[in-house]
């Protein structure tokens, strides 16, 4: 069954600390492994998308590893700020990329993070 | 990047009313188009996928009579909720691209049906 699980499901850290968020995913075969950001009553907003061939990927504070052998991914976010308070969601797609390869996108529940002054 | 505009971005009605909700994409022509659910503390559920000018594909257990979708045009998508009842409170999120590239999501519609 493809699944993408999160952890932890959620996570409070001070202003200025930097934290890792983990993905591990069955799903198969594997196209590509996103990462969003979703404010509360907000749709997502894409961070980083990463193929199979890429290990690392950056967006400003945040850094998305992905190792395709283990199926896990982890978003590092650094020197957090108040505003990375939200939800961010790893989304894996498991078919090969075309127009409409959104509709196999297999959503994990996200980790809720808050950052605290 | 690109921008997918929602509409309305909440939305209160009677139960048994019919509420439409509209998808733009603002800089760019979206070839497809798709609608989301999301209930509290859950993944955000493909409800259906559009192309401009064809019916919409819905997904299991979707009731394509209920969600009635319309994409005729390529910046134009809408979802309307018939018949609307307490049940289908939640929140819709559309989301678009342009052929193959990165899906754009709108800011959601909160629906709350009373």
């Known amino acids: 069954k493809n699944q993408v699980e999160q952890s932890p499901q959620s996570l409070i850290i001070l202003e200025g600390k930097n934290c890792t968020l983990q993905?591990?995913?069955?799903?198969?075969?594997?196209?590509?492994l996103r990462w969003y950001k979703q404010d509360t009553g907000r749709g997502p907003v894409s961070l980083t998308i990463?193929?199979?061939s890429e290990n690392t990927k950056s967006n400003g504070r945040y850094t998305a590893t992905l190792d395709a052998d283990t199926k896990q991914s982890s978003l590092h976010i650094t020197a957090s700020q108040l505003s990375d308070s939200a939800s961010y969601i790893c989304?894996?797609?498991?078919?090969?990329?075309?127009?409409?390869?959104?509709?196999?996108?297999?959503w994990g529940l996200g980790t809720s993070l808050a950052v605290n002054p | 990047g690109a921008v997918v505009s929602q509409h309305p971005s909440w939305v209160i009605c009677k139960s048994g009313t019919s509420v439409k909700i509209e998808c733009r994409s603002l800089?760019?022509?979206?070839?497809?188009m798709f609608w989301y659910r999301q209930f509290p503390k859950q993944s955000l559920m493909l409800m259906a996928t559009s192309n401009e000018g064809s019916k919409a594909t819905y997904e299991q257990g979707v009731e394509k009579d209920k969600f009635l979708i319309n994409h005729a045009s390529l910046t134009l998508s809408t979802l309307t909720v018939t018949s609307a009842h307490p049940e289908d409170s939640s929140f819709y999120i559309c989301s678009a691209i342009h052929w193959n590239t990165e899906a754009f999501f709108g800011q959601g519609t909160r629906l709350t049906v009373v």
């Open positions: 989304v894996v797609s498991g078919t090969i990329s075309n127009a409409g390869n959104n509709r196999k996108l297999i």
């Open positions: 800089d760019f022509q979206a070839t497809t």
């Open positions: 990463m193929t199979f």
């Open positions: 993905c591990n995913y069955t799903v198969s075969p594997f196209s590509n």
